[in-house]
Every structure is written in C-alpha cells, then in structure tokens.
C-alpha cells in the first residue's frame, strides 16, 4: 500500500485520482484551503503557500500536485497573473516542504498542460519538441509552473502535459455536448486546428504508470489519435444524432467569449501532440480512438458502476 498526497485534490481530476488510487487500497490524503466533509478521505487544511505539520506527509509518500485555478477564464492580465500564482505558490511551498524531510517524496507528479506549447499548426509534438512562446495564458502559465517544480526534492519526478481530458459531467465535454444539442455543434473557426484529447479513464491510468514505473521526466499525457476540431464535432453530433451544423465563425467565437466568460483561444487555437514516452514505455491505452471514448462518456453508466 501507497501513501498517496494530492495537492489541489479537491478538484475534478483530484477527485477521480484520489477515486482511483483508494479503490485500489491506498491510503489518500488531501491537501487542502477548504476540507469537505462529504470526501471519503483524510484530509488537511493548507494555504497553498507556507509550509505548514502537513509537510511530514509528504515524507516517502507519492505527491500528486494539480494545485491551480481554472483555466477557463478571459485571458486578462489579472487573470493571467491569477493563473499562474495559483499554480507557482502552492508548488513552491510544497517544494520547500520537501527540503524539510529526511526522506524525500518517493514520486513528486507534476501536473501541466498540452498547452505549453502554443499553437502549433501541423507540427507533432513529442516531449522534445521546444516550448511555444504564445499565448501567455497558456505558454506563460505553464512554463511558470513547470519551472517553479525543477529542482524539487523527490526520488522521481514526473510532469504530466495532458491534453483535454474528456469526463463525464465536466465543464470542457458540457459544454461541447450542449452546443451540440442545440444546434451548433458545427466546426468551430477553421476546424481544422487540432485537439490532443485523452479519456478519463486513460488518464487515470497514464497516473498509475506514472507510480508504478521508472518513468521520468517530462511525459505527453494525451491520447496516440489527436483530431481536428471539425472531426470532433462530427463525433459528437453522430453520437448524439445530431444532423449537420453551421460552423461557428472565428469572429463570433471572439465576440461572445466575454459574454460567456471563457478564453476563445481555447477553442480556435490547437496542437497535435503525440504521447511518444508513454508508447515508448508500452503504455496500452483502453480508449485510443474518439469514437470509442465518446460513446462511453455519453452512453449512460453501467447500474452499480463506481467509475473506472
């Protein structure tokens, strides 16, 4: 049995992690500003700046952190300032944390993103490919809280940049499928900008690897089959028996970002990243292509099903 300690474990991804891992008879703790009564698992109280008695948890234990604000937000400069100290902070003092103990953690988990490379056209994107110097918001943030983990006391280190991680009831698939149902699920600006995707339940397991193997360093969480913008939204109206749409112009994707406060880069921008260290180290995905993935996110669960 592993200790496991998220940071940041309160949050979707947090909760299916911290799932998973005590499905499987790990001890989980939760590190957290607010405990919620209602998680099945020990948690305690931090700012996400000061080290504080939680740091001794961290001792030999495996440290998942995913600490960070949503990114789905207007690309302001507060915002952006937001989105990066939210992630920076909470990792500097868990790496101050760390420095603390006699014994390091076992595996430090960085979370990041598929989007610290920008936008990048028709360029595959393995874990050696170099960094995107734009948009701020995603490249800027990003490298921030890469940077901020580097040096960070652990026998291993391994950052994640995962892609969209499609899931039931979250905010990315919601809000793909209500458009969808309401008649706008056509190609968004020119579709064709990729999207480097990745199921739930492959994510989930691309973490367990992550524990379980010598894997190192930087590592493509994503999907081994991006798609284009228009292919995924084709996917979607068929699985949903949805008829042909008009596609959404650039200009309006700009025009109503405000109204619904939300970035339109994160819809008209893309990149196609391929998860090369994961196939290299034999990695076996159980969703590799998105018609798979989309009919089982969107087909009701199995009766007694606890998730995957």
């Not at 909760?15 to 939760?30: K, L, M, N």
């Not at 090369?276 to 292509?289: A, C, G």
Request: hydrophobic share 40%; charged share 25%.
């Amino acid at each position: 049995m592993r200790k496991l300690v998220l940071a940041g474990g309160s949050g979707a991804l947090g909760r299916r992690i911290a799932e998973d891992f005590a499905g499987r008879g790990h001890e989980v703790v939760i590190l957290t500003r607010s405990p919620n009564p209602e998680l099945g698992y020990r948690q305690l109280r931090w700012d996400g700046e000061t080290v504080g008695e939680w740091a001794r948890e961290l001792s030999g234990a495996v440290l998942v952190n995913l600490a960070g604000e949503l990114v789905d937000r207007p690309p302001t400069r507060a915002n952006v300032d937001l989105l990066t100290t939210s992630r920076t902070r909470p990792t500097e003092a868990l790496r101050a944390a760390a420095t603390t103990l006699p014994e390091p953690p076992a595996v430090w988990i960085q979370s990041s993103t598929a989007a610290i490379y920008g936008d990048r056209g028709e360029e595959p994107l393995s874990e050696e490919s170099p960094l995107g110097d734009g948009p701020p918001q995603m490249t800027d943030v990003a490298g921030a809280w890469e940077a901020a983990a580097e040096g960070a006391p652990a026998a291993r280190r391994v950052t994640l940049r995962a892609g969209v991680v499609l899931d039931r009831d979250t905010p990315a698939l919601n809000r793909l499928v209500g458009l969808t149902r309401w008649g706008l699920g056509g190609r968004v600006g020119s579709g064709r900008q990729w999207v480097s995707w990745l199921h739930i339940a492959d994510y989930l397991a691309v973490v367990r690897h992550a524990v379980e193997t010598e894997l190192d360093g930087v590592v493509n969480a994503t999907g081994p089959e991006p798609v284009r913008n228009a292919e995924l939204m084709a996917a979607l109206r068929q699985r949903l028996g949805r008829p042909p749409a008009p596609p959404t112009p650039a200009f309006l994707v700009r025009m109503g970002a405000p109204l619904l406060r939300t970035d339109p880069a994160l819809a008209l921008l893309g990149r196609r990243c391929l998860p090369r260290r994961l196939l290299d180290s034999r990695f076996e995905f159980r969703y590799p292509h998105l018609g798979g993935a989309l009919s089982d996110l969107l087909s009701p669960p199995a009766s007694g099903s606890a998730g995957w």
